[in-house]
């Protein structure tokens, strides 16, 4: 009997072992993201150690290799401002293809839970909506709304339950809003 669980054990550990991981992004990147414009782009995430992951982006392609706690880090070149969706793809073990990527302007916004009012609910609201509709600046934007959580110490990642491409019912939310009122 004990040789039998000897032997179960010493085949779990060597599966455990031969399983390939595959390279994993965190949430804030993702399909329908906004890179910064016109300084390098940090991409990263894991993969296991040692892996060769490849970043390509509007017409980059940057090459690293996985450190021995299997974090990796691309740095893409400056990018320019650009409207027209793109696709990115990471590959290693496996590939990730990104769809639908802008390149502009990118604002962190924080502030208390009426920052996720929708501005269709504020006085005034209907017409700022039709006034940014008519606006092309903000008439492709994207946002991500971090999940709510709490932590006492740094965070390696921020959990992002997704990016989303401008409202359908207009701008949306009071940050938009905010961002309509200093765009150019």
């Known amino acids: 009997m004990k040789k039998n669980l000897l032997i179960v054990a010493t085949l779990i550990l060597v599966s455990a072992v031969v ?7 965190p949430d804030v990147i993702a399909e329908a993201m906004v890179l910064q414009r016109n300084q390098p782009v940090p991409i990263w995430g894991q993969a296991d150690p040692g892996e060769v992951v490849v970043v390509k982006f509007a017409g980059q392609s940057k090459k690293v290799t996985a450190g021995a706690d299997g974090k990796w880090l691309v740095k893409l070149d400056s990018l320019k401002a650009n409207a027209t969706p793109a696709t990115m793809t990471i590959s290693g073990k496996n ?13 962190l916004l924080a502030g208390q839970s009426n920052m996720q009012r929708l501005l ?8 700022a909506i039709a006034a940014a509709d008519q606006t092309p600046a903000l008439s492709d934007t994207s946002r991500a709304k971090p999940a709510q959580s709490a932590s006492s110490r740094p965070l390696a990642t ?6 989303w491409i401008k409202e359908t019912n207009g701008i949306g939310t009071s940050p938009s809003f905010a961002a309509s009122k200093i765009s150019p």
Not at 95 to 107: A, D, F, Q
Request: proline share 0%; hydrophobic share 55%.
């Open 19 to 25: 399983v390939k991981a595959n390279v994993v992004l």
């Open 95 to 107: 590939t990730i293809e990104l769809k639908n990527i802008l390149v502009g302007e990118v604002w």
């Open 120 to 127: 269709s609910e504020t006085a005034n609201g209907e017409a």
């Open 158 to 163: 921020v959990a992002v339950s997704r990016w």
